[in-house]
């Protein structure tokens, strides 16, 4: 491949003022790739230099095709791992960061010891808003920065990559690390404005406007349109406004917190009505939190589940299809919040569900049973082992993020179009209210044990009632069969047992954004019978 070039004008190429400049240009850049790269063969080492001047000046054509030659070239891991990093780096100069990204991560897998392909990927997962992603391979580049122990890394690189993880750590409301990135960033860096401004957002996300505000003036001395900027980026975590710092709805903790919001939607004189219909609830608040922080056995959504030792990843009986781990519930963690005494005082629960692309069950066919698991442990927690998630599960993409759980008890209103709340005699106008104020109360989050449901579509109760009495509710000729007269009767002993939200920051989406309710009989729930359970998908 290299005989046009020849040994003679390599070492001519090798030994000009030019080339030379080049060179020195890429080991400063690249030396752990660049400097064992065909250290043996000085016509591949032309080629290399060659391709990498044009990626420079963004000589697309000329550069990839210089890549292309040195196929063939590579005989030793050196080569051929800095061939897959500089195809990255050609395909980040022709702007396809998504191939780029594919060829630095194939190039870790091989060499997991240079910062650069990780802090790139990291950057890019960072900007397309991949949380979850960006900071894992931020924390890699951070391992790579701090085992260089040659005293040569550049301290604004270490600094900058802490400062970069510790803004991740803040959107993803994870703020005692986020303090810790940004104090080893300040050691590895006093000056730094781009520090100051995740110092910024930092206090902002814990709700300390005067600190965050002093820091966005601070950043700002690097220019007038620096600090507008920050300044903007503080008010937007502060009211709320900025898509990571949603502020919460309206949460009811009391039933005069619930005849205070009636007041304010001109619906007292309904009070006595709608407060007869009020549930205890159980919200359940997510933090993005790393699976591997997690102590096994703790409340969680996403990640992998921890089940007993002897009990295997559970798949769909009908199909085999592997399920996706929804979340695990400790009982032992709920029993601060008053559940009535409806919920068991210890034990784990966890929800699988059937996420692959010809699944998803409605909940509207009796076969849809096996769609779903829900599964009670009582036993030890030194008897619980984290799962690895089964490779076709992996391959899928049906693996979700992971985050902690925390509950927070309040009271629900029902939705009008349930038995609850279709007993409460409302005029038009004062619909149009209630409707109004129920949104409220729903922004602030459709995670939650026990109450009522958050109902897109239709009342549920019936449909659990029929479903499980084997009536397909999806099939036109079943829906024209008459479940009885006494339905609504029947239909009263399900109860809310858990909804769980479409959690877009952990890749959980159900529908068209929509939740899952797992509905279950009372005396079933009082029992601890979980296999009676009933899943109900809705979207709009």
């Known amino acids: 491949m290299f005989e046009k070039i020849g040994d003679r004008m390599a070492k001519k190429a090798l030994e000009s003022s030019a080339f030379q400049q080049s060179l020195q240009a890429h080991r400063k850049a690249f030396g752990p790739v660049f400097e064992p790269a065909f250290a043996n063969n000085a016509s591949a080492r032309v080629h290399l230099v060659n391709a990498l001047n044009k990626i420079s000046r ?12 040195l196929e063939d070239a590579c005989k030793t891991d050196a080569d051929s791992e800095a061939l897959l990093f500089f195809k990255g780096l050609a395909h980040e100069a022709a702007g396809d960061m998504d191939e780029a990204v594919r060829f630095y991560l194939e190039f870790t897998e091989h060499n997991n010891g240079y910062y650069l392909p990780y802090l790139k990927a990291a950057r890019y997962a960072h900007k397309t808003s991949n949380l979850e992603r960006a900071a894992q391979a931020y924390q890699e580049a951070i391992r790579c920065l701090e085992k260089d122990t040659s005293g040569s890394q550049d301290p604004e690189i270490l600094a900058s990559a802490y400062t970069h993880y510790a803004a991740c750590l803040v959107l993803a409301h994870r703020y005692d690390p986020a303090a810790e990135m940004l104090k080893k960033s300040r050691e590895a860096l006093t000056e730094s404005t781009e520090r100051i401004v995740v110092e910024a957002m930092l206090h902002a996300a814990s709700g300390d406007a005067r600190q965050a505000l002093a820091l966005a003036e601070e950043a700002g001395k690097t220019s007038p349109e620096y600090k507008n900027r920050t300044v903007q980026l503080v008010r937007s975590i502060l009211d709320g406004t900025h898509p990571c710092f949603k502020k919460d709805g309206k949460i009811l903790k009391t039933p005069n ?19 007869s219909q009020l549930k205890r609830s159980i919200r359940m608040e997510l933090a993005s939190q790393e699976d591997g922080d997690l102590p096994v056995g703790v409340s969680k959504m996403g990640g992998l589940p921890d089940l007993p030792r002897d009990v295997d990843w559970f798949r769909r009986d009908s199909t085999g299809v592997c399920l996706s781990f929804v979340c695990q519930i400790n009982f032992a963690e709920v029993q601060a919040c008053s559940a009535e005494g409806k919920l068991p005082d210890r034990g784990i629960l966890y929800f699988f569900y059937d996420c692959s692309m010809d699944g998803m069950p409605w909940g509207f066919d009796p076969e849809d049973a096996d769609g779903k698991v829900l599964y009670y442990y009582d036993g030890e927690l030194s008897n619980l082992a984290r799962k690895e998630a089964p490779e076709d599960l992996e391959r899928d993409g049906s693996v979700f993020t992971s985050a902690k759980i925390r509950f927070e008890e309040a009271l629900d209103l029902p939705d009008l179009d349930s038995p609850a709340g279709e007993a409460i005699d409302l005029s038009e106008d004062e619909v149009d209210a209630y409707i109004e104020m129920l949104d409220e109360l729903t922004e602030a989050g459709g995670n939650k044990l026990l109450g009522h449901a958050d109902i897109i579509q239709s009342a549920m109760e019936p449909e659990c009632e029929m479903v499980t009495g084997r009536l397909n509710r999806g099939n036109s000729r079943s829906r024209r069969t008459d479940p009885g007269e006494d339905l609504d009767e029947r239909a009263s002993r399900w109860s809310l047992l858990l909804q769980v939200e479409s959690n877009e920051e952990l890749g959980m989406m159900w529908g068209d954004c929509g939740r899952l309710y797992l509905w279950i009989p009372e005396d079933d729930l009082a029992a601890k019978n979980f296999d009676a359970s009933w899943l109900i998908l809705q979207c709009t």
Request: proline share 0%.
């Open 58 to 69: 963004r000589d697309i054509t000329g550069e990839y095709s210089l890549l292309e030659k």
């Open 257 to 275: 917190d619930a005849q205070a919001l009636l007041a304010d939607y001109g619906l007292q004189a309904r009070s006595e009505q709608i407060l």
